[in-house]
């Protein structure tokens, strides 16, 4: 699979990069001869063996030319987002200005579009782009990075505190201006976009990432996020995955923390047909944390593939993991968290919960939380779970005069709601809210027998 159909007759972007970045060519090779000798990944690997390629590796996607088009008028995008704060639109993984709003930010900060960053800040992209992910070990990271064109650069000094949440919304929507949204050629959208997150010491931000997809065509998203938090940082980053039935994400986050520094991050999926996301954690300083809650809600045919590793290299750090999953219909779920504890970390933290509900006969899940301990004095622990609605709980709440479908409802939402909890308050009322919304929008609380 070293030659796949990914892209239809891409052009030899490289190339004019190059021309236009010179410092970007031993980047641009070192990811493609990354790509080239891993190809894309099948099933016969341990680690996708549970994920459906098979559909996307048949399927010919483009990047489209055209300027991205969206529905809706640039202001009402604005007025649409819930949260306070800076506001940057994307379409097609391109920046839309036009639609953005950047407020004031502390001196030396930056935030930026990636291709802003490609030009104007070189010496940061030099210094930090691609030094926490691996190229050889992660072949779709390798593949974002062979289509780098946009995304967004944050960059914190020391002791730069955003009080304003950053809230990115990425539409993969299609470059056509028919009533579906449908391509005249039939070729399906790909975008990749690319996110540097990077906090000095003492640094503090609040991030979130959504994809949505509000065309009817298949489209596909490789996307990758890289985080580096210095000491004593404080990221509060939220990954929310809102797509179709027909769009396909493929997800991939990096992270090194130094000494002292805290990372809250809150994976929310809600949509799509085929779904990947790998979350990787290196905590290489000592009294690092790192704290990692997930919801994924699922129904039809849809698949879900979350792998997790979190490695602690040296002392006194902590992790804590605690994903739940809603699965309806013939859905598919997949969760292999993984906490390595290497020899030179003694008292380390490592904890990992995995909880599912089955809401249907036809609903499937995979769960295989993992500990490797090389060290002795530690506290570890992992469990997982998958069943059913409490058939006692569900007859106590309909005693007390609930009718069966808002029973099942409430079950269900009190059972996500826990991995909510840490979020401040009006990034968790925004999340319960999608939550409720996708439990009725999904048939979540249908009776199944």
């Given at each position: ?148 064109e946009d995304g ?22 299609l470059a056509s ?38 065309g009817e065509a ?232």
């Open positions: 699979m070293s030659d796949p159909r990914l892209l239809s007759d891409p052009p030899d972007r490289q190339a004019l990069l190059s021309e236009l970045w010179p410092w970007l060519h031993d980047f641009y090779q070192q990811a493609q001869e990354a790509f080239q000798l891993q190809g894309l990944p099948s099933r016969r690997l341990e680690g996708w063996k549970y994920s459906r390629l098979d559909a996307l590796y048949e399927r010919r996607f483009v990047i489209p030319d055209d300027s991205p088009v969206l529905g809706d008028s640039p202001e009402s995008l604005q007025e649409n987002f819930p949260l306070a704060g800076h506001q940057l639109v994307f379409a097609g993984g391109r920046w839309l200005p036009e639609a953005s709003r950047i407020g004031p930010l502390p001196e030396g900060a930056r935030l930026c579009s990636m291709a802003q960053a490609l030009s104007s800040e070189r010496e940061l992209l030099r210094y930090y782009l691609g030094q926490v992910v691996s190229l050889q070990e992660h072949p779709f990271a390798a593949l974002n990075t062979l289509w780098l967004l650069l944050l960059y914190l000094p020391s002791g730069c505190r955003l009080e304003q949440p950053i809230h990115c919304r990425f539409f993969n929507t201006n028919t009533p579906t949204g449908l391509r005249a050629d039939g070729l399906a959208q790909v975008c990749f976009p690319r996110l540097l997150l990077v906090l000095e010491a003492d640094a503090e931000a609040t991030l979130i990432e959504e994809y949505l997809d509000n298949e489209s596909l998203t490789v996307g990758l996020t890289e985080i580096r938090l210095a000491e004593q940082a404080q990221l509060l980053h939220c990954q929310l995955q809102r797509g179709g039935q027909r769009s396909s994400h493929i997800a991939g986050l990096h992270v090194e923390q130094a000494a002292g520094s805290r990372l809250q991050q809150f994976s929310l999926t809600l949509g799509g047909a085929m779904l990947r996301n790998d979350l990787q954690v290196q905590l290489l300083g000592e009294g690092a944390e790192t704290l990692l809650n997930g919801l994924y809600l699922l129904d039809g045919r849809q698949h879900l593939d979350n792998h997790l590793r979190i490695d602690h290299r040296v002392a006194d750090c902590r992790s804590a993991v605690l994903y739940k999953g809603v699965l309806d219909d013939r859905a598919h779920g997949v969760f292999n968290g993984l906490a390595v504890v290497h020899p030179d970390a003694q008292r380390s933290d490592a904890r990992q919960v995995n909880k599912n509900l089955l809401l249907s006969q036809g609903a499937e899940m995979d769960t295989k939380p993992e500990l490797q301990i090389e060290a002795d004095d530690v506290k570890c622990s992992h469990g997982a779970t998958v069943g059913h609605l409490d058939s006692q709980a569900l007859f106590y709440l309909q005693s007390r005069g609930l009718d069966a479908d808002s029973a099942r409802r409430l079950l269900t939402f009190a059972f996500g709601y826990e991995t909510l909890q840490p979020l401040p308050d009006p990034l968790k009322g925004w999340c319960a809210m999608l939550l409720e919304q996708a439990l009725q929008a999904q048939g979540a609380t249908d009776d199944h027998a």
